[in-house]
């Protein structure tokens, strides 16, 4: 099973700062790895895909780098709706899908 | 615009058995893979079991393998899955998951609300 695991724990910032959100893999799941958000009492939304992709709809304050087994989420200008969890997910070893254990951020 | 809607989470006694449905709307049903995530109260996501589009491929966990089943219904546009000898750490919210194509290559796109499952005497 790979491994995600998602630092830091949780992220204090204010709206409108920049946001860094790292994922690291057990083993290299090349480029496949995705970022959702999670805010609580909704479904979980996709924001980014294959590393670098955004889902659509997803505001371009969202982007998403890294290859093998390094990952970061960036979100240029922290909005209020992103106050929320943040879960990276790998499809590299298909089917056995696995989840990192989430980043809070969280309004400082 | 995309709708999952799940139902059929109760508590339900340690051994038992419960099935779970997702009533998807907003989209070409048969076009897609689904998929069930589960996530236990207060820790993360975990994935736990696939249908392509066409039920030709099932693929489980090794933590509900042999224990649950997941089917689907084209015609009714429905998800479900079997929950067969429960136990206390299946209690977590249970939720309906669209994959992006019809294989499903593990990219979520859509996810509904949830329903919670909860395993106790």
């Known amino acids: 099973e790979i491994v995600l695991t998602q630092s830091p724990a949780t992220l204090s910032l204010f709206p409108g700062e920049r946001a860094t959100l790292s994922c690291r893999a057990s083993?290299?799941?090349?480029?496949?790895l995705a970022w959702y958000r999670h805010k609580p009492g909704q479904a979980p939304r996709l924001l980014i895909y294959d590393t670098s992709n955004r889902a659509t709809g997803v505001p371009a304050r969202f982007s998403g780098s890294g290859s093998g087994t390094d990952f970061t989420l960036t979100i240029s200008s922290l909005e209020p709706e992103d106050f929320a969890v943040y879960y990276c997910q790998q499809r590299s070893d298909w089917p056995q899908f696995t989840f990192g254990g989430g980043t809070k951020v969280e309004i400082k | 615009e995309v709708k999952l809607v799940e139902s059929g989470g109760v508590v339900v006694q340690p051994g038992g058995s419960l099935r779970l449905s997702c009533a998807a709307s907003?989209?070409?049903?048969?076009?897609?893979?689904m998929h069930w995530v589960r996530q236990i109260p207060g820790k993360g996501l975990e994935w736990i079991c696939l249908?392509?589009?066409?039920?030709?491929?099932?693929h489980y966990a090794d933590s509900v393998k042999g224990r649950f089943a997941i089917s689907r219904d084209n015609s009714k546009k429905s998800l479900y899955l079997q929950m067969n000898s429960l136990r206390p750490e299946d209690t977590a919210l249970y939720y309906c998951v669209k994959d992006i194509d019809p294989p499903g290559s593990g990219r979520f796109d859509h996810w509904g609300q949830g329903t919670l499952v909860t395993v106790s005497s």
């Open positions: 249908v392509n589009w066409e039920s030709s491929r099932i």
């Open positions: 083993q290299s799941v090349s480029r496949f």
């Open positions: 907003g989209f070409t049903f048969d076009d897609y893979a």
